[in-house]
Structure formats: C-alpha cells, structure tokens
C-alpha cells in the first residue's frame, strides 16, 4: 500500500505547451505518424483537419454522379470505386477524403446536398487488418456495427413514432417545451419513461406506423413486433435491443437477411431511401482471401446488391463506394469476372473510356501540398497569420517538401513534422529551402527516402502482388 500516495520525481514540463511559440503555432500541428485512425480524438491523426479544395474535382465527381442521382431511377450507381492511380505507396489523402465526405452526407443527410431529391445516410467502415475481415459474413457485421455508431436506428425510431403522435396525439405533447433539441428527441422517444403518464402507450404508436407498406414485408419475428402489445410501455425497444436481435442471429444467411431485407424495409419506412457505404482500405478483404474466398465474396456482392430477391438487390438502398490502391483491381479480377461482376461494375474503364462510378485519386500538385500544410498550420495557431499563412515554412521549402516526398500527402505531413522539431531545437527563425536540402537530404536521396517512408504497412506494393496471381 505505501505506494498508492507516491508520486514520479520527474514532472511534464510546461515547455512542451510554450516551445511552439517561436513559430506563432499552440503544439507541432502535423502528425508524425500521418495514417488516419477515425477513433483518435486528436484532430492530427482522425481525418477531421480537412480541406475540402484539395480533392473538390473527385469530391464533385461523387456528389453529382451518386449523391444527386435519384435513389428512385432504377439505374443509379450501385456500386462505385476510389482508386489511387499511384502503384506504391500509401497515404494519398483517400481515407481523410472519404472521412470528410461522410460527415458532409450526414450532416443533413444528403437532403441539402441533393436538394431534398435524396435523404440517405453515410457509412465509413474500414476492414479489420490481419485477416479478420475476409469473408462477407464478416462485412456483414462491419455494416451493422457501422450502423450501431451512427446511432442510426434510435433515429429512425424517433422518426417512425413522433410522426404518428404528431398526426394522432398531437395534443398530447408540446414540441418546444417537451424537447430541448432533436437529440434529446431521439433520447426521450426510445425511452419507457416518456410514455408514462400519456394517454397513448407505445402500442398504440407501433400498431399505427406498422401499417406502412415496408412492414408487411418483415420478418414475422422482427424486433418491433413486441411494441404491438406491449401495452404499459414498459422495455420500449430501442437500438440496444436491436444489437442483442442481431447478435442471435446465425452468422450467415439470418444475418444477411436481416441486413439486407428487413433494415432496408425498417430505414424506408423511417424516411430513409438510401445510403451510401464507403469501405476504406478495401485490400484488406482480398489481400488474405483465396481464390475461392474472392469468388464467394464476389459472388454475395453480386447477389445481395443487384440481382437476388432481398430488398436491397431489388431497391438499389445501399451503394458501395470500394476505396483501392492500384494493384487492387487486378487481385481481384479473376473472381470479379467469374461472379459476373465485371460486367455490373467494371473496376478497370475500358479504351481509355471516362466512367462514372469510377473515381481516380491523382498525385497532388504544388498548390495542393500547400493548401494542405496551410490548413494544419491555421488550425493551431495562436495568432490568425493573413499576412503569411504558411508561416514557419518559406513557399521554396514547401515546394521542396513536397518534391521530396513525391507529392504524397502523408509523406509531406511526416516531413513537415519532423521539420518543425528541429527547426524548433535548432532555434531556426525560418524553414526554408536551405533548411529543407539540409535536413532531407539531397535530390539523389529522395527516391530512397520516400521509398523507406511509404513502406511502413503491409500490402504496398499491390502492383507486383497482383502480376502473381
């Protein structure tokens, strides 16, 4: 016990909060390992510093071949892809792209982006590395889980159940006073509490939406027949009780159903007529799968977003978006072509042809580079710069960085982090190109150097991993 009470001789100096201060910046506002990680809460490293001007070309792209496309033509793009035209290295910026490109299509749920034509929600979902993700089952349960972040279904609830009080029991409750905002909306209407007292029950509310056409077509054993009768309100189902629904189910075709058929029909009767679904990192599923796993996985892909007899392949409600490095395409071309998905959704356009569900990721140009190390800069300044917003680098140095690191948005964060460190115990005034030369090395080095940088994951190469197949 004597050392519950005993403290570390050594303290954290308040230098580290004040060292940056030679450079008008609160801490070093680059990350110094620059791969996005969406659960971190620092800004640095979970894709929330963003500026939307660098990728506006590939963002428009999305938004006006897929956002604005009405979920009701029957020939919308139901599955899509981002593909970086870079064959090695990682780190193009895609999953800070896709990231920032979510929040927008949640924000409003597509409604202002596609001017009211759509409300679909977004999902970002990143299979799990090491194997862990290389069945569809196993995709299945990302998307669920996906769902359960968003906190999706208590929305939908909420939606399904005010609009039968507001057009039955409208009397029986005061918008403006009963909730202090839509989430604490959302709170109360899935919640037993709020239905005491009143002179409607739950019951009443879930025989009433259940006469929606989308729920004559549910599962008999869905998790919303039991509100019918559950006349007390008390145990009003919620989101956690559809999380322990779903963790019964079998992994396998119960589950699917249950995603793919019974959500579907749930989110259209709750507003909802679509989604977009963006997998980051897609090589991860086919990079540990065999052929005969390609071949599956394709082949559910095939069934459960185009042509079988479930909800989903008969509305078109979720569309993917696949993220893939360039040699991606190629590791699965056999088993895209055996499933008959090359002819759905071709990943490779053919004779040079410009498609629409395809999304090429360039290198980034100089002005890019810059707009980037700008917006990391603003957002931790201690002082607003108008004057020089890229202050403590020199428009050469950035120029040089981003030559350097063969204009790889990752590289050039890395660099620049490492740039401000020394510059900072170095105490140099300026970062400038001199500076730069110095500490990276000269032009014959920068190959190598870029090469050591960008090889810090698996599956890097993806070009030389598909000529083996």
């Known amino acids: 016990m004597k050392n519950l009470l005993k403290k570390p001789t050594s303290e954290i100096s308040d230098d580290k909060k ?64 981002i593909i970086d035209n870079s064959y090695v290295g990682r780190g193009n910026g895609k999953s800070a792209f896709t990231l920032d490109l979510i929040d927008k299509i949640n924000f409003d749920y597509s409604l202002d982006i596609s001017n009211d034509v759509n409300k679909c929600f977004g999902l970002h979902i990143s299979p799990l ?13 990302l998307i669920f889980e996906e769902i359960i972040n968003k906190n999706l279904i208590n929305y939908c609830l909420a939606s399904l159940r005010l609009e039968v009080i507001i057009e039955k029991f409208s009397d029986q409750i005061d918008l ?12 109360k209407l899935n919640s037993s509490h709020f239905f005491k007292g009143k002179n409607f029950t739950i019951s009443d509310i879930t025989r009433e939406f259940y006469q929606k056409k989308e729920f004559s077509k549910i599962s008999a054993d869905f998790i919303l027949n039991r509100d019918k009768n559950n006349f007390y309100g008390s145990n009003v189902a919620n989101q956690d009780d559809f999380k322990k629904y779903f963790e019964g189910l ?26 977009y679904i963006i997998i980051d990192d897609f090589e991860r599923i086919p990079d540990f799968q065999s052929e005969k796993l390609k071949q599956e996985f394709a082949l559910e892909i095939r069934t459960n977003f185009f042509d079988g007899v479930l909800e989903n392949a008969r509305i078109g409600f979720y569309n993917l978006i696949l993220v893939l490095h360039a040699g991606v395409p190629r590791l699965v071309e056999k088993s895209w072509s055996t499933s008959g998905m090359e002819r759905r959704s071709p990943m490779l356009s053919e004779n040079g042809d410009i498609s629409k569900h395809i999304i090429y990721f360039n290198k980034l140009n100089y002005n890019q580079a810059r707009s980037l ?43 620049a982090f490492s740039l401000i460190e020394k510059a900072i115990i170095e105490e140099i005034a300026e970062i400038n190109d001199v500076y730069v030369n110095e500490k990276l090395g000269k032009k014959d080095d920068w190959e190598s150097d870029f090469q050591n940088d960008i090889s810090k994951e698996d599956s890097d190469d993806l070009f030389s991993k598909s000529k083996k197949q």
């Open 18 to 81: 004040t060292r940056y201060e030679i450079f008008n910046l609160k801490e070093n506002p680059f990350p110094n390992t620059p791969f996005v990680n969406k659960v971190s809460p620092d800004d640095r490293y979970n894709g929330r510093i963003y500026e939307s001007k660098i990728r506006e070309a590939e963002r428009t792209q999305i938004i006006e071949n897929f956002v604005k496309e009405p979920q009701s033509n029957p020939n919308h793009i139901r599955l899509g892809y």
């Open 129 to 141: 590395p090491s194997g862990k993700s290389k069945t569809f089952y196993d995709f299945v349960d």
């Open 176 to 187: 403006e006073k009963d909730f202090e905002d839509q989430k604490d909306l959302v709170s």
């Open 250 to 275: 079998k992994k396998g075709k119960q589950r699917i159903d249950f995603i793919f058929n019974d959500l579907v029909l749930f989110f259209e009767a709750s507003g909802f007529n679509g989604s």
């Open 373 to 415: 190390l700008e917006i990391y800069l603003e957002k931790y300044r201690i002082h607003p710069t108008p004057e020089n917003k890229i202050f403590p680098f020199t428009e050469k140095a950035i120029e040089l960085i981003a030559e350097k690191s063969e204009y790889n948005a990752s590289t050039i964060l890395e660099r």
